[in-house]
Nanobody, 129 residues
Framework: QVQLVESGGGLVQAGASLRLSCAAS????????MAWFRQAPGKEREFVSA????????YYADAVKGRFTISRDDAKMSVYLQMNSLEPEDTAVYYC??????????????????????WGQGTQVTVSS
């Protein structure tokens, strides 16, 4: 079993930055593909970013490319999402997710919710205008 716990959300003004953290359990964290998704009020959950194991290949949704940066620290069993230049449209509950199967697929695959077996409880990010 893998448990994921997000933190770092909050209320900020447009243009500000936040750093989300996701702490994971499990002895083989370094082999996990990790991702961030978000769900805004009244909308479906959507892919934000993913980072694969080892060399840490990263993927980003177009809406956040250039503003958000995903990273991981395997020693701390954590994944992070640095969010800069936040916009009101970024307001959502942000979820951390993990895939343990280490499948060498590309962006189209890793942006799908069904890939991830483990999910955190979410952390709220609210950006005011």
């Amino acid at each position: 079993q893998v448990q994921l716990v997000e933190s770092g959300g909050g209320l900020v003004q447009a243009g500000a930055s936040l750093r989300l953290s996701c702490a994971a359990s499990g002895r083989t964290f370094g082999s996990y593909a990790m991702a961030w998704f978000r769900q805004a009020p009244g909308k479906e959950r959507e892919f934000v970013s993913a980072i694969l194991w080892s060399a840490g290949t990263t993927y980003y949704a177009d809406a956040v490319k250039g503003r958000f940066t995903i990273s991981r620290d395997d020693a701390k069993m954590s994944v992070y999402l640095q969010m800069n230049s936040l916009e009101p449209e970024d307001t959502a509950v942000y979820y951390c997710a993990a895939d343990l199967r280490q499948r060498p697929r590309g962006f189209t695959y890793y942006q799908q919710e069904y890939v991830y077996d483990y999910w955190g409880q979410g952390t709220q990010v609210t950006v005011s205008s």
